[in-house]
């Protein structure tokens, strides 16, 4: 690795100066970059984790949490259905658990308040360090460094790190520069600047000739593209699963979901391929989730049958309801195109 071109506290100055001014010009307007309640931002945060920010907003998401749950109150004395229900289509539901489960802690414990120390922060279930140090920026303003994928593949670049900044000792040698460059004082506008840079300009393609520091990247000329560098992923699995659609009076099968994973969600009543080996295949479709690709087969059966009769975990429910019961998104397209074509 050559010699840092932000090696010197004036350069690391220069950079956060030419950064700062392009984000203030270029600066993209956010709902949660129009408040400072902890509660939004934290919302805002987690909902972004591993989701496009397209996603998010286009779809309403956002809007629509911050509606039905307006603060820390009325989410921690939702029932988990309606928070799965809500948070539905975003996928990664363990972070609707989590917010849950915080609601539920600031309301007994903080009077309803999200305390601004950074160590009672992170010592809270759900929020680690970067959700801590977005929170204290954007809501509080206090000076911590934020490290999102964003930053992550900007300060691979900017230091030309050839190493796997996804296991130690590439972890701590990111976290490290992210510290070393943060602006003390002027933290919220940074932090959001060096993540907007990241999505904008410094994205997976970069766009080296029209980035406003360019100037202080050392890989600008070294394939930029080609970082930052991972661990070998795990390999994908391919597994089959088998589901009945089974419908009576306005009603459908449903089985609860098992597993923590997708604990209080519902799927279609699941049957071996044996079972099903006499019933014509209706439609199929594909899905993926973590490291599994899924082949879904369903067959529409009969309620009288033996096959459709409901087992442990399983119910009857009215078609009308499923827009309001947390249903997972694959069932819930496999329904949708089974009754278009009923």
């Not at 100066?17 to 270029?26: A, G, P």
Request: charged content about 25%; aromatic content about 10%; overall charge neutral.
């Amino acid at each position: 690795m050559s010699s840092s071109l932000l090696q010197t506290s004036k350069q690391r100055q220069s950079f956060r100066m030419t950064l700062n001014t392009w984000f203030i010009e270029n600066r993209k307007d956010y709902p949660w970059r129009r408040t400072q309640d902890p509660y939004a931002i934290l919302v805002s945060e987690l909902m972004l984790q591993q989701t496009q920010i397209s996603t998010v907003l286009e779809r309403g998401y956002y809007t629509r949490w911050l509606e039905t749950f307006p603060d820390w109150q009325s989410l921690a004395q939702a029932p988990e259905e309606q928070v799965l229900a809500t948070w539905q289509g975003l996928g990664y539901y363990n972070r609707a658990r989590r917010l849950h489960e915080l609601a539920k802690t600031i309301v007994e414990q903080y009077q309803g308040q999200l305390p601004q120390d950074y160590d009672t922060l992170l010592s809270l279930k759900g929020i680690g360090d970067y959700t801590a140090a977005a929170v204290s920026a954007f809501a509080f303003d206090l000076a911590y460094p934020l490290v999102d994928g964003n930053v992550i593949r900007l300060l691979s670049r900017l230091y030309n790190y050839q190493e796997a900044i996804d296991k130690e000792p590439g972890k701590s040698q990111i976290w490290t520069w992210a510290a070393e460059l943060l602006d003390t004082k002027n933290a919220c506008v940074y932090n959001a600047a060096i993540m907007e840079i990241g999505q904008q300009i410094c994205k997976k393609k970069p766009q080296c000739l029209i980035c406003p520091v360019a100037d202080f990247c050392q890989a600008k000329d070294q394939q930029p593209e080609l970082l930052p560098i991972k661990k070998a992923r795990p390999k994908i699995t391919h597994i089959d699963e088998h589901a009945i659609i089974c419908m009576r009076d306005h009603q459908i099968l449903l089985a609860q979901e098992t597993g923590s994973r997708r604990k209080g969600f519902w799927k279609l009543p699941n049957r071996t391929a044996q079972a099903l080996g006499s019933h014509r295949l209706t439609l199929s479709l594909n899905y993926a989730i973590t490291r599994y690709k899924v082949e879904l087969y369903l067959y529409a059966v009969e309620s009288q049958l033996d096959i459709a009769q409901p087992q442990t975990e399983e119910k009857w429910t009215d078609i009308e309801d499923l827009d309001s019961i947390p249903l997972g998104a694959p069932y819930k397209k496999a329904i949708q195109q089974y009754l278009a074509q009923s």
